[in-house]
């Protein structure tokens, strides 16, 4: 009866926030695929726009531009996958020849950039290439692919190394198990393969690079935030949708064939530290060279030129910066917070196995590929008149469907064995993955961007934007860009470092980029 009473609790909640994320998330999401079928007026809104039939998608799929965002997005992503594995495949080998001390200083270290706002990334690569090679059209993907495997490639070595710490011996039915969080990695990562780091693009990309720069995601903003076009943009961010709707359901059925073979057995104590507590200098070679690669390419420009640039021309925000802290520790606290639970609560609904549990995966599936920031979400929050106001980020971000939270607590809890109802989220377990989350929204630089046109409210990772727009012009020095950048980066950077302990590899998979 207790069960029974619990799976009826489970179903209650879990339809009370599956309607809210259908109000919050389905609604835009309709008016996205509405558009893409319209001839937008402003006036008349979404619902009375004149139909203007497939004549938007013939305009979109006949661009001469079509099939070099679809080819320039995929080469992209792939070399980003490719530079990412291999690196963090010989980073895993390497670190698990040397004693756990010397592991988790390396492992902490890698793990930093993750927790660095991508466009500081950009910035501080803006910084050593001057411009010059980010000029050069032949260079551009590879640029693009080396920055975001420099921020992502701490997730799939910790998820290799782990695995290959595991004390049960490999059998049948276990053997999925190592490989299970790698696996993980790359099935997230594929279902979004024509998605990309706007955070990153969108302080790179120029004119002068379009023709391998150009991708999916910047050109849905280009034609819809910058050129006005809706119909064509949304017939993008449409046929984007139906494309990753296909991979997302391949590699979520994957992914839970392969977590209900992997957590078959007791794994209580899954990981195990090397046998040797000596270090290996063959091991430690490897680590110390990307360790002193992370140092000189990030660390140097983000502290020693950021030091300097805080005293310099970056002035003119100081007034900004402390009232947008405050700000934002308040706002996306809150909605951490209060994500948590929601998080919980959904993931326990997919995981009942019954009727409301696959509707519920069903209606997560779709808006799991079909969130992220697009024309229908900007009306939407326009709409509602929290444009350009601190209270547009608690619709946009309070239901967890549009990144990876869910996920990670549903493969959290296939360890446990135990019935849906019965699934509890150990409290630090909860606490990294709200910190995460809270670091997620902090770090997000192209969200508030096309949310938020107000200085005053502007959260400190966008008012790097006002700076920016100032070295271009040769107004403000790149020290106080950087300046800037340290000053949004201390704060996440020191949440990792504080409670490294609570962040395991099944946290950091809440951590994958993915749009949301």
Same mark, same amino acid.
């Given at each position: 009866?207790?069960?029974?009473?619990?799976?009826?609790?489970?179903?209650?909640?879990?339809?009370?926030?599956?309607?809210?994320?259908?109000?919050?998330?389905?609604?835009?999401?309709?008016?996205?695929?509405?558009?893409?079928?319209?001839?937008?007026?402003?006036?008349?809104?979404?619902?009375?726009?004149?139909?203007?039939?497939?004549?938007?998608?013939?305009?979109?799929?006949?661009?001469?531009?079509?099939?070099?965002?679809?080819?320039?997005?995929?080469?992209?992503?792939?070399?980003?996958?490719?530079?990412?594995?291999?690196?963090?495949?010989?980073?895993?080998?390497?670190?698990?020849?040397?004693?756990?001390?010397?592991?988790?200083?390396?492992?902490?270290?890698? *793990?930093?950039?993750? $927790? +660095?706002?991508?466009?500081? @990334?950009?910035? #501080?690569?803006?910084?050593? /290439?001057? &411009?010059?090679?980010?000029?050069?059209?032949?260079?551009?993907?590879?640029?693009?692919?080396?920055?975001?495997?420099?921020?992502?490639?701490?997730?799939?070595?910790?998820?290799?190394?782990?695995?290959?710490?595991?004390?049960?011996?490999?059998?049948?039915?276990?053997?999925?198990?190592?490989?299970?969080?790698?696996?993980?990695?790359?099935?997230?990562?594929?279902?979004?393969?024509?998605?990309?780091?706007?955070?990153?693009?969108?302080?790179?990309?120029?004119?002068?690079?379009?023709?391998?720069?150009?991708?999916?995601?910047?050109?849905?903003?280009?034609?819809?935030?910058?050129?006005?076009?809706?119909?064509?943009?949304?017939?993008?961010?449409?046929?984007?949708?139906?494309?990753? *709707?296909?991979?997302? $359901? +391949?590699?979520?059925?994957? @992914?839970?064939? #392969?977590?209900?073979?992997? /957590?078959? &057995?007791?794994?209580?104590?899954?990981?195990?530290?090397?046998?040797?507590?000596?270090?290996?200098?063959?091991?430690?070679?490897?680590?110390?060279?990307?360790?002193?690669?992370?140092?000189?390419?990030?660390?140097?420009?983000?502290?020693?030129?950021?030091?300097?640039?805080?005293?310099?021309?970056?002035?003119?925000?100081?007034?900004?910066?402390?009232?947008?802290?405050?700000?934002?520790?308040?706002?996306?606290?809150?909605?951490?917070?209060?994500?948590?639970?929601?998080?919980?609560?959904?993931?326990?609904?997919?995981?009942?196995?019954?009727?409301?549990?696959?509707?519920?995966?069903?209606?997560?599936?779709?808006?799991?590929?079909?969130?992220?920031?697009?024309?229908?979400?900007? *009306?939407?929050?326009?709409?509602?008149?929290?444009?350009?106001?601190?209270?547009?980020?608690?619709?946009?971000?309070?239901?967890?469907?549009?990144?990876?939270?869910?996920?990670?607590?549903?493969?959290?809890?296939?360890?446990?064995?135990?019935?849906?109802?019965?699934?509890?989220?150990?409290?630090?377990?909860?606490?990294?993955?709200?910190?995460?989350?809270?670091?997620?929204?902090?770090?997000?630089?192209?969200?508030?961007?096309?949310?938020?046109?107000?200085?005053?409210?502007?959260?400190?990772?966008?008012?790097?934007?006002?700076?920016?727009?100032?070295?271009?012009?040769?107004?403000?020095?790149?020290?106080?860009?950087?300046?800037?950048?340290?000053?949004?980066?201390?704060?996440?950077?020191?949440?990792?470092?504080?409670?490294?302990?609570?962040?395991?590899?099944?946290?950091?998979?809440?951590?994958?980029?993915?749009?949301?």
């Amino acid at each position: 009866m207790q069960r029974s009473n619990g799976r009826g609790a489970v179903i209650a909640a879990g339809s009370i926030f599956l309607l809210l994320a259908l109000i919050l998330k389905g609604i835009p999401v309709i008016g996205g695929l509405l558009l893409a079928f319209k001839s937008y007026r402003p006036e008349a809104g979404i619902m009375g726009s004149p139909f203007a039939g497939f004549a938007n998608m013939e305009r979109a799929f006949y661009s001469m531009y079509f099939p070099r965002i679809i080819l320039n997005t995929v080469i992209q992503n792939l070399l980003y996958l490719i530079i990412v594995l291999v690196v963090s495949f010989i980073l895993a080998i390497s670190l698990a020849k040397v004693n756990r001390v010397m592991q988790n200083f390396f492992i902490t270290l890698v *793990l930093v950039p993750l $927790f +660095i706002p991508g466009n500081s @990334l950009a910035h #501080i690569c803006l910084y050593w /290439f001057k &411009g010059a090679a980010l000029a050069r059209q032949e260079l551009f993907p590879f640029i693009y692919a080396i920055l975001l495997a420099v921020k992502n490639v701490g997730i799939p070595a910790v998820f290799i190394l782990k695995t290959m710490q595991i004390r049960k011996e490999l059998t049948e039915n276990d053997g999925f198990g190592r490989l299970m969080a790698p696996v993980a990695f790359v099935m997230v990562q594929l279902a979004f393969v024509l998605s990309t780091d706007m955070d990153i693009v969108n302080n790179l990309i120029s004119p002068l690079v379009y023709v391998t720069g150009d991708n999916m995601d910047y050109y849905i903003y280009r034609t819809g935030f910058m050129q006005m076009d809706y119909g064509v943009s949304q017939s993008i961010w449409l046929f984007r949708m139906a494309v990753q *709707l296909i991979i997302g $359901f +391949i590699a979520y059925f994957m @992914l839970y064939v #392969i977590s209900r073979s992997s /957590f078959s &057995g007791n794994y209580a104590s899954e990981y195990t530290s090397p046998q040797s507590q000596n270090i290996n200098p063959a091991g430690f070679a490897v680590p110390l060279l990307y360790s002193a690669f992370i140092i000189w390419f990030v660390f140097k420009p983000l502290v020693s030129d950021g030091i300097k640039g805080i005293f310099g021309n970056m002035a003119m925000l100081k007034g900004n910066v402390l009232s947008s802290y405050v700000l934002y520790i308040l706002v996306y606290g809150l909605i951490a917070m209060a994500g948590v639970p929601v998080t919980v609560i959904i993931a326990k609904s997919i995981l009942t196995g019954n009727a409301f549990g696959k509707l519920t995966k069903f209606i997560f599936i779709i808006l799991f590929i079909a969130g992220g920031t697009g024309i229908h979400q900007y *009306l939407i929050i326009r709409n509602m008149g929290l444009f350009n106001t601190v209270f547009c980020y608690i619709p946009y971000y309070i239901i967890p469907v549009a990144n990876s939270l869910v996920l990670a607590v549903i493969l959290y809890f296939h360890k446990s064995g135990s019935a849906p109802e019965e699934h509890v989220l150990t409290w630090k377990y909860a606490f990294a993955l709200g910190i995460l989350q809270f670091i997620k929204m902090w770090n997000s630089e192209f969200i508030p961007m096309i949310l938020t046109a107000r200085q005053d409210i502007m959260p400190p990772v966008l008012l790097s934007k006002i700076l920016m727009q100032g070295v271009s012009t040769g107004g403000i020095s790149m020290e106080a860009l950087l300046g800037m950048d340290l000053i949004s980066s201390v704060l996440p950077v020191a949440l990792f470092l504080i409670f490294r302990r609570f962040i395991t590899e099944w946290a950091l998979l809440a951590y994958i980029k993915v749009r949301y």
